[in-house]
């Protein structure tokens, strides 16, 4: 199949081909002849457009064209990747490690159940937290680079636990040649002094949970005693980004029905001066009251055009400023595999309860027919974990004829759960704001490449 994608956007006429990965800046003479000079000859192309532009104009964007396609960089052909070679023993390179089922606020939209994951609240204890580092340690295959990200509900609730696991697996992975990247997301309710140099000496990256505006955030993340957490938590943040250094962190937020304008929320991350952002859609069932639904969808794509719009401005004053689904990288990226399969959940990603249980990842966790296992097996289960890795953009038949399949990758399988009850139907309205995030992304690049 040779298939191509074409948007005008942020003032930037632009093509992508689907295969390659080719992004291709034209004019407007060109954007509006791409869709015909596969299947149309030069005398056909002047007689469609003659009244548009000029015969010499029309001849040099055809030729133009034309070498675009000959050096596989227009219309190639898609073909298949055999992905049973891709990670055949299933080695697992990331852990998200649920060190607390307990959390101090009561986010309204919260997948965890506020904390406790549908199930009796508790915190991990050192045995099961050091048997799991050593089951990824174990079941790592040749990866050296292992991530863990200590999770919840709140994982400060469990800090002393957080501090023995980060001294144990310093000392473990020395006996397997390996190395751990611990990072950490967090409400930020328990931040002190001690717990931010901490936080800042040994976690490689930081998410911190905040939904924008006072407002918004106090709407929807309240604390255990119904008061707002704005007040409480952004000191706080503040204090721990102006201490990282170098390090990575992402101040984070969700929207919901009830933040369309959540560009607002995004600007406000700007104006406190945190300069690493992401603002993700809920992921929830569609009866919820605050889920995104196709009544929303409109207004979303419009309002990730606005915010694409002010992300500009914003970078002209501060380049430093970035919006995680605005990133692209057109110099590699991932390899072809990983564009095929995606974050690899259930298969080199896993997530780890209290108990030690296994899942696919944090979203599917007491989803008892997700379980893959436990910590204690020593083999997850196999079935499972093919269902997952066979989860590509080339098992799903929607995913098939995407142009944005090679950057998704298929979507999120756990929203795709939550809203079609199959991993294989990828969520339509999810499908669409990535579709227009990826635009968005690409029309950001062509400004700032000029």
Not at 68 to 94: H, Q, V, W
Not at 168 to 189: A, I, L, P, S
Not at 265 to 288: A, C, I, Q
Not at 359 to 380: A, M, R, S
Request: charged share 30%.
């Amino acid at each position: 199949m040779k298939h191509i994608h074409r948007f005008h956007l942020n003032n930037q006429y632009i093509v992508l081909d689907v295969a390659s990965g080719a992004v291709h800046i034209v004019d407007p003479i060109i954007y509006d002849i791409v869709e015909d000079v596969w299947e149309k000859d030069y005398n056909q192309i002047v007689e469609k457009y003659q009244s548009q532009y000029s015969k010499e104009d029309l001849k040099e964007a055809f030729e133009e064209l034309q070498y675009l396609m000959e050096e596989g960089l227009l219309y190639t052909e898609d073909s298949e990747l055999e992905l049973s070679k891709f990670n055949p023993e299933f080695n697992i390179k990331a852990m998200c490690l649920h060190v607390s089922h307990d959390c101090n606020l009561r986010c309204k939209y919260c997948f965890a159940s506020q904390g406790d994951f549908k199930g009796q609240r508790m915190l991990m204890d050192l045995e099961t937290g050091k048997k799991a580092l050593d089951f990824i340690l174990e079941n790592s295959g040749n990866r050296h680079n292992l991530e863990v990200d200590f999770f919840g509900g709140e994982p400060l609730m469990n800090f002393d636990l957080v501090k023995d696991l980060v001294v144990y697996g310093r000392e473990r992975e020395k006996d397997f040649n390996k190395h751990f990247r611990f990072t950490m997301t967090t409400n930020g309710v328990l931040l002190d002094d001690e717990i931010i140099e901490f936080l800042n000496r040994e976690m490689d990256n930081v998410v911190l949970s905040l939904d924008g505006r006072e407002s918004v955030n106090d709407e929807m993340r309240p604390t255990v005693n119904e008061k707002g957490s704005y007040e409480l938590i952004v000191p706080k943040f503040k204090k721990l980004v102006d201490g990282r250094g170098e390090k990575d962190y992402f101040i984070r937020g969700t929207f919901t029905n009830h933040n369309l304008d959540f560009s607002k929320d995004v600007e406000l991350y700007h104006e406190l001066g945190f300069n690493k952002t992401s603002m993700e859609p809920v992921v929830t069932d569609s009866k919820e009251e605050y889920a995104i639904r196709e009544e929303h969808l409109e207004e979303i794509l419009k309002e990730y055009e606005i915010l694409s719009e002010k992300y500009l401005e914003i970078r002209k004053e501060n380049p430093e400023f970035n919006f995680f689904h605005f990133n692209i990288d057109l110099s590699g990226g991932p390899c072809a595999y990983k564009k095929a399969i995606g974050c690899g959940a259930g298969s080199e990603y896993i997530a780890v309860t209290p108990e030690g249980d296994v899942y696919p990842c944090h979203q599917f966790v007491g989803e008892e027919e997700y379980k893959l296992g436990t910590i204690y097996d020593k083999q997850l289960n196999r079935e499972l974990q093919e269902k997952f890795q066979n989860a590509d953009v080339y098992h799903k038949e929607s995913c098939n004829v995407c142009w944005a399949k090679y950057y998704c990758s298929g979507g999120c399988h756990a929203n795709a759960y939550y809203n079609n009850n199959d991993i294989m139907k990828p969520f339509e309205l999810g499908c669409e704001m990535e579709k227009k995030r990826l635009e968005c992304a690409l029309s950001i690049y062509a400004n700032e490449v000029e």
